[in-house]
């Protein structure tokens, strides 16, 4: 047990009792900086895309009223004492009032109190397409939905601390959540709360001029109480269990005491684990901590795979039952395989072949050339390869739409033609502010698309679900080209559910990442099918692709929009692999060609480098404030159409590995087939 004294008092706050609810040994890791947390690096991007502090504003837009006070500042104790004073008036209406009980504090979004009776409403980016509280329940009504299970026992913390420190008061206890029901009636709005950051200190800025110009509309945001479903919470544990087990947190975060950490499933997505760079900065890894301390291991042992590895597994929770940790521990009894009635890997194959593969110490890469012939000689020449960028916010950028409604703002298109050559065919962004684009963004495409019939390939199910709802945009509309816009999306793709309006199109796209699932596997991916773990293994495993790609070829001989004689197969000289080529993008701001003053929160390593989807999100946010400057706004398109131009490359690496070892199947006349 580690223990030590903190310099102050510290107390169980909501934010520090929600991390306890996933793992209580997270609260000493996330109270001493020595340990790495993954989670403050994204956290950024996570806020920004779901409109976490935006929606706390708007909220209290929504709830302000002449009795308003908000509680500014950090200190505790002017910000207890305070709020005292405040709930002492009759009527009012608090903003982040401080309500602390022993070791106990937190700071509720908003409480209104009108006479003996106090409204607690906590605020939250969540969408929510119910009308009532029984929203929050499963089907039967007798428990809670896990889909706000985490939610609610916020409430449920938050409403025991107000009624311990105010046992006079009469509690009504409230979610307010993003409405998906609600349309926004201005354009604009999200445009209205602007997130910047001082002193390493989130905040957002109220447009002040453009809230005076378009107003707030009707509201997107819906008050639901939950009076009846916090003592589902409550009864769950017994009160007087529910009581002591947030003593002892609280206890424990006071003193700085490491809970004995238990191994579970929620280890899995530990953000206390060291990056290389946190282990060149001297940060200790907390995963490792509890995994060593629990099972009495080295910390070298744990260089082999754990069971989480393994791909769609649904078993991880028996496996850590039964005391198998890693992949080596099972066997195939641990799996239920079901042969696929086809020549391809069905998901429980797929797993016994990773399994066997590090059973075996077999790093060789898997790949069925039979049935990818199969496959192939389907396909239609010039093939077309395509990939959007697209947002959903909570709070919408655009009249008409609801919160969390797609927003489709960039397509890339790379086509592969009948003699093997390679071009960057087109692309389109929209990132004018107040503009909405999806029907644009489909007139484009159609563009790109109709002049042949050729086969159309999209890596997992994101490109037909969001082209589904487009069409439903589009039947909502008056746009004059609607139904001939609906019906050609119709012939690329297929519909999302099972009802009277079923289709599939004549030229339905090819889901690329079905096609590696069921041909191709290389341990190096670790089970991930993710582009982003596909790419680089596929690059590090084909001598055909480092032929092409290790000289300036592409953006010279291979026609690209956006790069200029660039080598794509470079080497790590320390693991002598090749670099992924996502890490390879530039950053967006170098050097001093841009001033301080303009970059703003754009340059704190916010927006450094675009090579994800939520950085592209983010940097399309960004992008619809208007005050960017025109300088910064077009270093961030810049970065936007390398980084979607790259997820369309890296689907025609993919399919140029696979043509390349299917015809040299051909010419040996040696295929790789299924393991037996």
Not at 219 to 234: A, E, G, Q, R
Not at 295 to 324: C, D, H, I, M, T
Request: a negative charge; charged letters at 25%; glycine letters at 4%.
């Amino acid at each position: 047990m580690s223990m030590s004294k903190p310099s102050k008092t510290r107390y169980l706050t909501k934010s520090r009792y929600q991390l306890a609810g996933e793992c209580p040994t997270k609260l000493y890791y996330a109270s001493n900086p020595e340990y790495a947390n993954q989670s403050q690096k994204d956290s950024f991007l996570e806020s920004l895309a779901e409109g976490g502090y935006q929606v706390g504003e708007l909220a209290k837009l929504y709830e302000m009223d002449a009795d308003s006070f908000e509680i500014e500042g950090l200190a505790i104790e002017s910000a207890v004492k305070e709020t005292e004073l405040l709930l002492q008036k009759d009527k009012v209406t608090i903003f982040e009032a401080a309500i602390r009980y022993q070791n106990l504090l937190i700071r509720a979004d908003i409480l209104k109190k009108n006479g003996n009776q106090i409204e607690l409403i906590e605020v939250k980016a969540k969408s929510f397409s119910g009308t009532d509280e029984s929203a929050f329940l499963n089907r039967t009504g007798e428990q809670i939905n896990p889909a706000y299970s985490s939610y609610l026992e916020d409430v449920a913390f938050q409403t025991y601390v107000l009624r311990k420190a105010y046992p006079q008061y009469q509690i009504k206890s409230y979610l307010m959540l993003a409405n998906k029901n609600a349309k926004a009636t201005v354009n604009g709005l999200n445009q209205i709360f602007k997130i910047t950051q001082e002193n390493g200190r989130k905040q957002i800025q109220i447009d002040e001029p453009l809230l005076k110009n378009i107003g707030l509309g009707e509201k997107i945001l819906i008050k639901v109480c939950v009076d009846s479903v916090l003592p589902l919470i409550y009864d769950a544990e017994g009160m007087a269990a529910y009581e002591k087990r947030i003593q002892d947190l609280a206890t424990s975060y006071e003193t700085n005491t490491k809970i004995q950490p238990t191994i579970s499933t929620t280890c899995k997505s530990c953000e206390f684990t060291c990056t290389e760079s946190d282990v060149a900065e001297g940060k200790k890894d907390g995963f490792l901590e509890c995994w060593t301390e629990s099972l009495g291991l080295p910390k070298e042992a744990f260089a082999k795979p754990l069971v989480f590895e393994l791909w769609n597994s649904r078993k991880s929770a028996q496996y850590l039952r039964e005391s198998k940790y890693f992949l080596e521990d099972l066997s195939e009894e641990d799996l239920t395989i079901n042969p696929s009635e086809d020549d391809t890997l069905s998901t429980s194959e797929r797993q016994w072949l990773q399994l066997k593969k590090v059973l075996d110490g077999d790093n060789s890469v898997y790949l069925n050339t039979v049935g990818l012939k199969f496959e192939m000689d389907r396909w239609k020449f010039p093939l077309h390869f395509i990939d959007f960028e697209t947002s959903t916010v909570a709070i919408p950028f655009y009249q008409g739409m609801s919160p969390y409604e797609e927003v489709a703002f960039q397509f890339s298109h790379h086509v592969v033609n009948e003699d093997g050559s390679v071009e960057h065919k087109g692309q389109y962004l929209s990132t004018e502010p107040g503009v909405f684009p999806n029907f644009d963004f489909v007139r484009h495409l159609k563009q790109e698309l109709e002049s042949d019939d050729g086969t159309i390939f999209r890596y997992s199910n994101h490109e037909n679900t969001i082209l589904n709802r487009i069409i439903e945009q589009l039947d909502e509309s008056t746009e004059p080209d609607k139904q001939e816009l609906i019906d050609w999306i119709k012939t690329i793709t297929h519909s999302g559910g099972k009802n009277e309006n079923t289709w599939v199109g004549d030229r339905d796209m090819v889901d690329l990442c079905e096609i590696v699932k069921k041909y191709h596997y290389d341990p190096r991916t670790k089970g991930s099918n993710s582009i982003k773990a596909v790419l680089p293994a596929v690059l590090n495993s084909s001598s055909y692709l480092q032929s092409i790609y290790n000289k300036p070829i592409y953006g010279n001989e291979i026609k690209s929009l956006n790069f200029k004689e660039k080598v794509w197969l470079e080497i790590n000289p320390i693991t002598k692999e090749a670099i992924n080529p996502y890490d390879q993008l530039p950053d967006l701001f170098q050097g001093n060609e841009i001033p301080e003053s303009e970059l703003s929160l754009a340059n704190q390593n916010k927006l450094a480098r675009l090579n994800d989807g939520g950085a592209a999100l983010t940097a399309f946010a960004f992008l619809q404030f208007m005050d960017c400057s025109e300088r910064v706004r077009t270093k961030i398109k810049e970065a936007l159409l390398k980084y979607c131009e790259l997820d369309t490359l890296a689907m025609v690496f993919i399919y140029q590995y696979f043509r390349h070892e299917v015809d040299l199947g051909k010419q040996n006349d040696s295929p790789q087939f299924l393991l037996g």
